[in-house]
């Protein structure tokens, strides 16, 4: 099968992320379906939840994904202190149980194939911490969990691979107006390519896990960020 006919189902596609991910697939020829929140009426572009959607059973009659993105979650700063029961519930929905609900959904109706891959965005914090990011860190950390335990049960059932990918600092507007000139100093410091990562190169990075070009890697949390993670400065 030519790429030209391998399907994409990317959650989160509006994102600062998912946008270079669509961009990386088409690229190499991919039918890119994109789903999102509110509807932005652009081509192939299916709105949540897909369970109701008219258009996504439609397309889904058509035959199902070779590659499942998810791109999508959220953030937020609080401590053990401040964080509330509410709170956790909240991320955990929309960094985890999002995830497991849409996945049990595409393969109750058999829509990933057998060989297919799954690839979820995850973050540096599911390893490493700050302060004032509990639910965050706590709920990416599951998603590690969560990759891992897929993994082995859809590997088993279909042999379905699946990754996460651990964006470090990416080079974006928001990271840029949202770190301090020291901040940023020091991280490019920490990072030995003395750059940080930008868009396309996450993109590229799910691209590799999430195409035909991965024919052996699962299970795995693939930090992506120049080596900033490894670095130890005195």
Same mark, same amino acid.
């Given at each position: 099968?030519?790429?030209?006919?391998?399907?994409?189902?990317?959650?989160?596609?509006?994102?600062? $992320?998912?946008?270079?991910?669509?961009?990386?697939?088409?690229?190499?020829?991919?039918?890119?379906?994109?789903?999102?929140?509110?509807?932005?009426?652009?081509?192939?572009?299916?709105?949540l939840p897909l369970v109701d959607?008219?258009?996504?059973?439609?397309?889904?009659?058509?035959?199902?994904?070779?590659?499942?993105?998810?791109?999508?979650?959220?953030?937020?700063?609080?401590?053990?202190?401040?964080?509330?029961?509410?709170?956790?519930?909240?991320?955990?929905?929309? %960094?985890?149980?999002?995830?497991?609900? %849409?996945?049990?959904?595409?393969?109750?109706?058999? $829509?990933?194939?057998?060989?297919?891959?799954?690839?979820?965005?995850?973050?540096?914090?599911?390893?490493?911490?700050?302060?004032?990011?509990?639910?965050?860190?706590?709920?990416?950390?599951?998603?590690?969990?969560?990759?891992?335990?897929?993994?082995?049960?859809?590997?088993?059932?279909?042999?379905? $691979?699946?990754?996460?990918?651990?964006?470090?600092?990416?080079?974006?507007?928001?990271?840029?107006?949202?770190?301090?000139?020291?901040?940023?100093? %020091?991280?490019?410091?920490?990072?030995?390519?003395?750059?940080?990562?930008?868009?396309?190169?996450?993109?590229?990075?799910?691209?590799?896990?999430?195409?035909? $070009?991965?024919?052996?890697?699962?299970?795995?949390?693939?930090?992506?960020?120049?080596?900033?993670?490894?670095?130890?400065?005195?």
């Open positions: 099968m030519s790429t030209a006919s391998k399907r994409l189902l990317l959650f989160g596609a509006n994102g600062a $992320l998912g946008t270079p991910t669509a961009d990386a697939f088409r690229s190499h020829g991919w039918k890119v379906f994109t789903v999102v929140r509110t509807a932005t009426n652009a081509p192939d572009e299916l709105v959607s008219k258009k996504f059973a439609e397309i889904s009659a058509e035959g199902g994904f070779e590659s499942v993105v998810f791109a999508q979650g959220i953030n937020m700063n609080g401590t053990v202190m401040t964080t509330t029961a509410a709170d956790m519930d909240r991320l955990f929905q929309a %960094n985890v149980g999002f995830i497991i609900e %849409n996945i049990q959904l595409l393969m109750g109706r058999n $829509l990933i194939p057998k060989k297919g891959k799954i690839v979820i965005m995850s973050s540096l914090a599911e390893v490493f911490t700050r302060k004032e990011k509990l639910a965050y860190s706590v709920t990416k950390a599951a998603v590690g969990g969560l990759v891992r335990s897929l993994s082995v049960d859809l590997g088993r059932s279909h042999q379905i $691979l699946v990754n996460g990918i651990l964006p470090g600092v990416v080079d974006t507007p928001m990271a840029r107006t949202g770190l301090t000139p020291d901040q940023m100093a %020091n991280v490019l410091e920490a990072t030995p390519i003395g750059s940080l990562v930008s868009p396309t190169d996450i993109g590229n990075s799910v691209y590799l896990l999430g195409s035909d $070009l991965n024919t052996g890697i699962s299970g795995q949390s693939l930090l992506v960020d120049n080596a900033f993670s490894v670095t130890f400065l005195p």
